[in-house]
Each structure stands twice: as structure tokens, then as C-alpha cells.
């Protein structure tokens, strides 16, 4: 016999629903917190690094420019 048999079952069901709160919260948690997880770069991100670093010239980044923004 446990002295505490009826308390046992309450604190374990109460650790199961901090666990699932906590795991569903690292899930939700927004993708733009400063130092955390980083955005995914959209086409026009990846457009701008390639003209910046000197892999397409002018004409071609804005002709592929206008193709996103259509």
C-alpha cells in the first residue's frame, strides 16, 4: 500500500500535460526571434545576393526582377 496512492496518479498526469505544453511550445515558437531559427530567403533574397556579389550583371537582374514581380 502507498501512502500517497491517490496523489501519485493526479502529479502524473499533471508532469504528462507540462511536457506536451512544453513540446507543442518549441514547435510554435515564431521562426523570427532574434538568435533563434532563421527565415527561409525568398527568390528576390537570393536575386539581390547574386547581383551584390558580382554573379549577374544589371540588365539581367532587373530582367529577372521583373520576371518574379509578374
Same mark, same amino acid.
Given at each position: 500500500?502507498?501512502? #500517497?496512492?491517490?496523489? *501519485?496518479?493526479?502529479?502524473? +498526469? #499533471?508532469?504528462? =500535460?507540462v511536457?506536451v +505544453? #512544453?513540446i507543442?511550445?518549441?514547435f =510554435?515558437t515564431p521562426w523570427?526571434? $532574434?538568435?533563434?531559427r532563421? @527565415? @527561409?530567403?525568398? $527568390?528576390?533574397?537570393?536575386l539581390? @545576393?547574386? *547581383?551584390?556579389?558580382?554573379?549577374?550583371?544589371?540588365?539581367?537582374f532587373?530582367d529577372m526582377? @521583373?520576371?518574379l514581380?509578374n
Amino acid at each position: 500500500m502507498h501512502l #500517497f496512492e491517490g496523489h *501519485y496518479w493526479g502529479m502524473h +498526469i #499533471f508532469w504528462w =500535460v507540462v511536457w506536451v +505544453i #512544453f513540446i507543442i511550445w518549441i514547435f =510554435v515558437t515564431p521562426w523570427d526571434i $532574434p538568435g533563434q531559427r532563421t @527565415k @527561409k530567403e525568398t $527568390p528576390l533574397d537570393i536575386l539581390k @545576393k547574386r *547581383y551584390a556579389s558580382g554573379e549577374i550583371d544589371r540588365q539581367q537582374f532587373e530582367d529577372m526582377r @521583373k520576371d518574379l514581380q509578374n
